[in-house]
Nanobody
Framework: QVQLVESGGGLVQAGGSLRLSCAAS????????MGWFRQAPDKEREFVVG????????TYADSVKGRFTISRDNAKNTAILQMNSLKPDDTAVYYC??????????????????WGQGTQVTVSS
C-alpha cells in the first residue's frame, strides 16, 4: 500500500515557475514508477511526465518537453516536478501516481495503482 501526497501548487504568472512535490509513504517506493498527470476543467486527465523506479528513464508529454523536469529521491520517498516557463494552458489540477510498471507504460493512466489527491496549479496571463 502506498499513499501519495502532493504539494507545491499555487498561482503564478505566465513565464514563472513552480515546484511540485509528491511524498510517498510505504517501504517499497523504489518498486514503483511514478507519473504526473493533470486535469483541467471539463477535460480528461492527461499524462504529463513519468519516471522509472530508478530515476534512470523519463518520458515527457510533448506539451511540456523542455519546460518541465521530473526527478525522484528514493531515500526520501519523494518525486519532484519542476515546472518552468509556465503557460496559461498549464492550468490544471496536478496528480502524482505510482505503479509497478515499465517506463514504456508510464503514459497509461489506468496502469497506475495509487494516486494522490491533487494540487491546483493556476497560471495567469
Amino acid at each position: 500500500q502506498v499513499q501519495l501526497v502532493e504539494s507545491g501548487g499555487g498561482l503564478v504568472q505566465a513565464g514563472g515557475s513552480l515546484r511540485l512535490s509528491c511524498a510517498a509513504s510505504g517501504r517499497t517506493f523504489t518498486s514503483y514508477s511514478m507519473g504526473w498527470f493533470r486535469q483541467a476543467p471539463d477535460k480528461e486527465r492527461e499524462f504529463v511526465v513519468g519516471i522509472s523506479w530508478s530515476g534512470g528513464s523519463t518520458t515527457y508529454a510533448d506539451s511540456v518537453k523542455g519546460r518541465f523536469t521530473i526527478s525522484r529521491d528514493n531515500a526520501k520517498n519523494t518525486a519532484i516536478l519542476q515546472m518552468n516557463s509556465l503557460k496559461p494552458d498549464d492550468t490544471a489540477v496536478y496528480y502524482c501516481a505510482a505503479g509497478v510498471l515499465p517506463i514504456s507504460r508510464v503514459r497509461e493512466r489506468r496502469a497506475y495503482s495509487y494516486w494522490g489527491q491533487g494540487t491546483q496549479v493556476t497560471v495567469s496571463s
